[in-house]
């Protein structure tokens, strides 16, 4: 069976952490992007994924890549495979998150599926299918971003054609272990990182505890 996976997800604005709340409410800044990937790779997070509220810089990118060995998702404003190829070749990263159907099929056939990421923002009810192309699904319910109240479950009830993410509502340790009861592949966590004691050590550290299979520290 293929381990579950802890992400952390980074949300870039004018080269600084942020953090919404359903995509919109109650900005809160949560530090430096470089300093904080260093930190999370010793908390053992299994990959991390940068979005940026405008276009995505390199610059920042290389500098996280430089210093960490985690595998590094990037997504915001990618609308070309020049883009692409200097996230991918030249900025070390391992995959794109991608909602142009053309650049993503162009990607799936230059890098593989697996560096393509379909990003599903929703609210309420997902029905939206993935793309072929795709590699993964990352699964966003808005209503729930940032509330700390839980993942939308009912989402993994659907028969879904590649690994699935979820990410919006991660509050407390029992959501991650719930969403990986219900067959989602990684959890992407942003808040309950940044803002509570919850770190992605202690959460590894609590759901091989409790027999989910994840990766052991």
Known sequence: MLKRRIIAKFLIEDGKLVKYRQFTNAKRLAGNPVSMARTYEDQRVDEMYFCDLGVIDPAIIRSVTADVFT?????GSIHSMGQVDELIQD??????????????EQVATKYGRQAVVWP???????????????????????????????FDLDVLKRQWNVPVVLAGGCGKLDHAKQAFANNADGVAISSMFFFTDKSPIKL???????GATVRAI
């Open 71 to 75: 595998p590094v998702t990037v997504a």
């Open 91 to 104: 900025s070390g990263v391992d995959k794109v998150v991608i909602k142009d159907l053309p650049l993503a």
């Open 120 to 150: 599903i923002d929703y609210h309420t009810l997902c029905v939206e299918d993935v793309p072929d192309c795709a590699g993964e699904v990352l699964l966003t319910d808005i209503d729930r971003d940032g509330m700390g109240k839980g």
């Open 204 to 210: 590894r550290s609590w759901l091989v505890s409790e």
